[in-house]
């Protein structure tokens, strides 16, 4: 059965720190780009990270450029996202999501599998 699993979320202080991890199971990672999403009340589902398959390039939403870090450790089938410096706006469920191209990218249409989300909130 194929499966993302994120974890990590939780409650942070504005300009904590939290890492979340999106766990595959099922499938190998290794040949998906993985993307990080978040949605908050109310907005739509927007894209924050992302990573490919091939070379590992990365790209970021510009609200997170410099704070947020993805990365995959294909030996765990696990991306993770490091998130520091957080902001009240933040405040999201994040989702991870797989794309059997291998191609990184924003557009959510083009994600074949998603997980259950995990909920961040940055309140002091």
């Known amino acids: 059965q194929v499966q993302l699993v994120e974890s990590g979320g939780g409650l942070v202080q504005p300009g904590g720190s939290l890492r979340l991890s999106c766990a595959a199971s099922?499938?190998?990672?290794?040949?998906?780009?993985i993307g990080w999403f978040r949605q908050a009340p109310g907005k739509e589902r927007e894209g924050v990270s992302c990573?490919?398959?091939?070379?590992?390039?990365?790209y970021y939403t510009d609200s997170v450029k410099g704070r947020f870090t993805i990365s995959r450790d294909n030996a765990k089938n696990t991306v993770y996202l490091q998130m520091n410096n957080l902001k009240p706006e933040d405040t999201a469920v994040y989702y991870c999501?797989?794309?059997?191209?291998?191609?990184?990218?924003?557009?959510?249409?083009?994600?074949?599998?998603w997980g259950q989300g995990t909920q961040v909130t940055v309140s002091s």
């Open positions: 990573i490919s398959s091939s070379d590992g390039s990365t």
């Open positions: 099922g499938f190998t990672l290794d040949y998906y780009a």
């Open positions: 999501a797989a794309d059997r191209t291998g191609i990184a990218t924003m557009v959510r249409g083009y994600y074949d599998y």
